[in-house]
T-cell receptor, first 115, second 113 residues
Framework: DSGVTQTPKHLITATGQRVTLRCSPR?????VYWYQQSLDQGLQFLIQ???????AKGNILERFSAQQFPDLHSELNLSSLELGDSALYFC??????????????FGEGSWLTVV | AQTVTQSQPEMSVQEAETVTLSCTYD???????LFWYKQPPSRQMILVIR??????QNATENRFSVNFQKAAKSFSLKISDSQLGDAAMYFC??????????FGRGTQLTVWP
């Protein structure tokens, strides 16, 4: 158990719908990362938050948005869903904000299936 | 940006034998860290080992060790005394100063009894 909690574990929704994925980082971790893992794209970095502020942005679509709340949990909002958005979405967390050796720990992921 | 390349989509090893998974990376940063993560069928991402780029000594974690060649930008993972439970997808990763991880495409390791 990495200590990173993600909900829901599985989600099936229809095209055009909107979903919210939730993540609670490990106790004491200030950084939260979101990754998308699909069969043909591998592990893609979406976005990083540090202590409530956006720190880095990757290949995140405009239909997607995220935020980190004062209690440090994070939500990833996916809207106008398309079939191609079906993937495993990982949340990860680390203590700090920079690559100073902070190990990134991953949650178990949220399986999203768009039908 | 950083790139990570894993040139072996699949590898296999006999139980109790040794296998080496290859990884090369490219970065313009002077300070970075390298990781190997394991993803079993459960899809959980599990940290196997990490290496600080400024350290010359290769990292070791029990049966797992790395061969870090900084000049060649190579970071291979050696698994000794392979066990059935080692069967998984292995991802090599490199972290930037921003903290985000760049991953390779992964190597699927099969362990034969």
């Amino acid at each position: 158990d990495s200590g990173v909690t993600q909900t829901p574990k599985h989600l099936i929704t229809a095209t055009g719908q909107r979903v919210t994925l939730r993540c609670s980082p490990r106790s004491g971790d200030l950084s939260v990362y979101w990754y998308q893992q699909s069969l043909d794209q591998g592990l893609q970095f979406l976005i990083q938050y540090y202590n409530g502020e956006e720190r880095a942005k990757g290949n995140i679509l405009e239909r997607f948005s995220a935020q980190q709340f004062p209690d440090l949990h994070s939500e990833l909002n996916l809207s106008s869903l398309e079939l191609g958005d079906s993937a495993l979405y990982f949340c990860a967390s680390s203590v700090g904000s920079s690559g100073d050796g902070n190990t990134i720990y991953f949650g178990e992921g949220s399986w999203l299936t768009v039908v | 940006a950083q790139t990570v390349t894993q040139s072996q989509p699949e590898m296999s090893v006999q139980e109790a034998e040794t296998v080496t998974l290859s990884c090369t990376y490219d970065t313009s940063e002077s300070d970075y860290y390298l990781f190997w993560y394991k993803q079993p069928p459960s899809r959980q991402m599990i940290l196997v080992i990490r290496q600080e780029a400024y350290k010359q000594q290769n990292a070791t974690e029990n049966r797992f060790s790395v061969n870090f060649q900084k000049a060649a930008k190579s970071f291979s993972l050696k698994i000794s005394d392979s066990q059935l439970g080692d069967a998984a997808m292995y991802f090599c990763g490199s972290s930037s100063t921003l903290g985000r991880l760049y991953f390779g495409r992964g190597t699927q390791l099969t362990v034969w009894p």
